[in-house]
C-alpha cells in the first residue's frame, strides 16, 4: 500500500514539474475580427429576405397561423362526420343517375377472318 502512495505522489510530481513554464494561449492577431466578417458574410448570403425569414417573431407567426388552419380544417371535417350519412345518401342518388360500368378493351372471343 505504500508502495502505492509512494507511486501516486511521484507521479503527481511529474504531472506538477510538467506544468512548468507554461503560458497562456494566445489566439492569432485579428482573429476575432475574421471570425466575425466570415459570420457576416455567410449571413448576408440569404441577402434581405434571408435575414427577414429567420427573425423569431416572424416564425412564431407563420407556425400561429399554420396551427390555426390546422385546428379550423379538423373541426371542419369533425362536423363534417355528423352529417356523413346525408352525404352517403347523396353519393347513392349520383351513383344512381351515372351508372359506371366496365367495358373490355378486347373481346376475349377473337373473330377470325
Known amino acids: 500500500m505504500s508502495t502505492d502512495l509512494h507511486n501516486n ?3 503527481i510530481d511529474e504531472v506538477m514539474e510538467s506544468l512548468e513554464g507554461i503560458q497562456r494561449a494566445k489566439a492569432p492577431d485579428f482573429m476575432y475580427t475574421r471570425l466575425k466578417a466570415k459570420m457576416e458574410k455567410e449571413f448576408d448570403q440569404g441577402g434581405p429576405l434571408g435575414r427577414w425569414l ?3 417573431v416572424l416564425a412564431l407567426s407563420i407556425a400561429a397561423i ?3 388552419i390546422n385546428a379550423t380544417t379538423v ?4 362536423e363534417q ?3 356523413a350519412s346525408s352525404t352517403s345518401e347523396s353519393a347513392q342518388v349520383v351513383a344512381a343517375d351515372y351508372p359506371v360500368s366496365v ?3 378486347y373481346n376475349e372471343n377473337s ?3
Open 103 to 105: 367495358y373490355p378493351v
Open 111 to 113: 373473330v377470325e377472318p
Open 75 to 78: 373541426l371542419k371535417m369533425w
Open 9 to 11: 505522489s511521484r507521479r
Open 66 to 68: 399554420i396551427l390555426i
Open 54 to 56: 429567420t427573425k423569431p
Open 81 to 83: 362526420g355528423t352529417s
